[in-house]
């Protein structure tokens, strides 16, 4: 398999990724705020343990799940979340909708992490600024 050409400089990691959606409405309370205190975003938000990936981390992964790719922002955390584990957010869905029909597909899978830049990224950049580099990088 050739190198991505578009693949950044850091730290990387092979991970196992699992998914997770927020049930609108099914949860009581559940804003949807992540750990550093951002709302979820589908395509930037993904849950680590902090001890190996430090929270506001600016994150690339590679998965062989389309839809699932480019860059990310280390910005929640989960109690299933830990050492080797990310967890991708994948929409605001509950059982029935695509977002969680999505997730369901996606299950657990190995994907490759690269740790762009280490810590603060969200809170030294505005956290839209990844959402763009992806834009662009597409």
Known sequence: EPENPEKPEGRTLEMEATAYT???GQVPNLKGITATGTKVEKGRTVGVDP???PLGSLLYIESDYEG???YY???DTGSAVKDNIVDVFFGWGGKGTDDYK???NFG???IT???VEEGDYAETKEIDE???IKATEE
């Open 108 to 110: 657990r899978r190995t």
């Open 68 to 70: 699932v790719g480019g």
């Open 130 to 132: 990844a959402i763009l």
């Open 51 to 53: 001890n190996v990936i």
């Open 113 to 115: 992490v690269t740790v």
């Open 22 to 24: 927020i049930a609108k």
């Open 73 to 75: 922002v280390a910005e």
């Open 102 to 104: 999505d997730a369901i």
